[in-house]
């Protein structure tokens, strides 16, 4: 299968959660378009990666983290769907995902991360102690805190701009023959 085919999965699922807003429904459907776009580029990274595609898989990862909106959001918010705990969007609902990741280098450093209630991240570092790019994900009704802007943002919107940004991308760098 194509990594487009994941793209326009991933178009489809948006569309209907559009279709579906505020009713039950719209957070399965909002999930199901966030993995189908996380599918996407790990589709296109594994092309890169066996040389299906003429570009290394770190060109192909810088070209996503740098001309794609909300990319690290939707991997974090696949990622802890997948591998920890649902997430799920409600009105009125609060939620925290995850937890830092700590990573110690000598004995005595301290690493403490917290989300405050507007999607701040506050660092607690000491000596050479440092906190990994997995960070907890604050949820609030249908925003989500992102980790590349440090603001909580509206995963409608999130995801729609990964959408749009990939295709772009796919278009302009001719990648779109997979």
């Known amino acids: 299968m194509s990594p487009l085919n994941h793209l326009a999965r991933a178009r489809v699922f948006a569309e209907l959660a559009r279709s579906h807003q505020g009713r039950e429904e719209e957070s399965d459907l909002l999930i199901a378009a966030v993995y189908a ?57 609060v939620a925290y995902h995850g937890q830092a990741v700590a990573k110690v280098t000598q004995a005595g450093s301290i690493a403490a991360m917290k989300v405050t209630a507007d999607g701040k991240k506050l660092k607690l570092l000491k000596r050479n102690a440092s906190i990994k790019e997995d960070h907890p994900i604050h949820v609030s009704g249908f925003t989500v805190s992102d980790p590349d802007t440090d603001t909580m943002v509206d995963i409608r919107q999130a995801v729609a701009n990964y959408l749009e940004d990939a295709e772009v991308l796919i278009e302009a760098e001719g990648l779109g023959n997979v």
């Open 37 to 93: 776009a996380r599918a996407f580029y790990e589709n296109f990274y594994h092309e890169a990666k066996t040389g299906k595609i003429k570009i290394t898989t770190e060109a192909l990862q810088s070209l996503f983290v740098e001309r794609v909106r909300h990319f690290k959001l939707i991997e974090y918010v696949r990622r802890q769907d997948f591998h920890r705990r649902p997430v799920s969007f409600r009105e009125g609902v």
